[in-house]
């Protein structure tokens, strides 16, 4: 039998056959029903097992999404650090913020204090890196509604310049 394709001749199919390949190998795998995956157990310290739970799911308040995980509680105190973290990342903003709605202003401030913990913790290193400080202040300033993205660039970059200056004397005090 010529089909006109130079090559190998394809060889008699069987009744029922499948003709493609690709078909025949799909239905000799064995079937598997597929499972959930369960939890991942981990080791407490009181040699008893315990699955580890999935993060609580987003609520809203006001309106607005949050996490549901506290980030800073009254009982808590700043330390030097984070305050003056916090004083660079608020400059300039004052009017904008008292502009906002409050469920706007509560989403604002609670994602501040977040960054400002987020910087404070990449403060611990000897090296930094601008940009990810850069994309922390970034994050956060795109949080407040109707913000022009130019000035939402150059507050950026202040904010980061303004950053890198307090890492560099944080680090110099210490050596």
């Given at each position: 039998m010529s089909n006109g394709i130079p090559g190998p001749h394809p060889r008699e199919r069987a009744p029922g056959e499948p003709t493609t390949p690709e078909f025949s190998r799909q239905e000799k795998e064995p079937r598997v029903p597929i499972r959930p995956e369960a939890e991942p157990e981990r080791e407490t310290g009181t040699g008893r097992?315990?699955?580890?739970?999935?993060?609580?799911?987003?609520?809203?308040?006001?309106?607005?999404?949050?996490?549901?995980?506290?980030?800073?509680?009254?009982?808590?105190?700043?330390?030097?650090?984070?305050?003056?973290?916090?004083?660079?990342?608020?400059?300039?903003?004052?009017?904008?913020?008292?502009?906002?709605?409050?469920?706007?202003?509560?989403?604002?401030?609670?994602?501040?204090?977040?960054?400002?913990?987020?910087?404070?913790?990449?403060f611990v290193q000897v090296k930094v890196k601008a940009k990810s400080i850069l994309n922390i202040i970034r994050r956060w300033l795109r949080l407040i509604p109707g913000i022009n993205k130019f000035f939402l660039e150059q507050e950026a970059k202040i904010k980061t310049d303004q950053m890198m200056n307090l890492h560099d004397r944080i680090h110099r005090s210490r050596s």
């Open positions: 097992r315990e699955q580890e739970r999935p993060p609580p799911a987003i609520e809203v308040e006001g309106g607005l999404p949050t996490t549901g995980f506290p980030l800073s509680t009254p009982t808590q105190t700043k330390d030097a650090l984070t305050t003056e973290i916090e004083n660079i990342l608020e400059q300039d903003l004052g009017g904008v913020y008292q502009q906002l709605a409050d469920p706007e202003k509560i989403v604002v401030r609670r994602e501040g204090e977040r960054a400002a913990s987020l910087i404070r913790t990449l």
